[in-house]
C-alpha cells in the first residue's frame, strides 16, 4: 500500500507533463500540416531521380 502512495503522484506528475507537452506543441503549430509530410515521403524517390540526372544529389 505504500508504493500506491509513491507511483500515483509520479503517474499523475507525468501524465501532467504529456498534456502540457501536447498543449504546447498545439500551441506552436506542430499539428498545422499533417499533409505534406505524408505526400513528401510518396515523392521522394522522384525528387532523388531529377536530382541525380541534374547532378545536384548530395551524398548521404
Do not use: C, H
Request: no cysteine.
Amino acid at each position: 500500500m505504500n508504493l500506491l502512495y509513491l507511483i500515483l503522484p509520479i503517474a499523475l506528475l507525468i501524465g501532467a507533463g504529456f498534456v502540457v507537452a501536447f498543449i504546447w506543441a498545439t500551441r506552436k503549430g506542430q499539428f498545422d500540416d499533417l499533409e505534406t509530410p505524408a505526400m513528401r515521403a510518396l515523392f521522394e524517390d522522384a525528387r532523388r531521380a531529377e536530382a541525380a540526372e541534374d547532378g545536384t544529389e548530395k551524398s548521404a
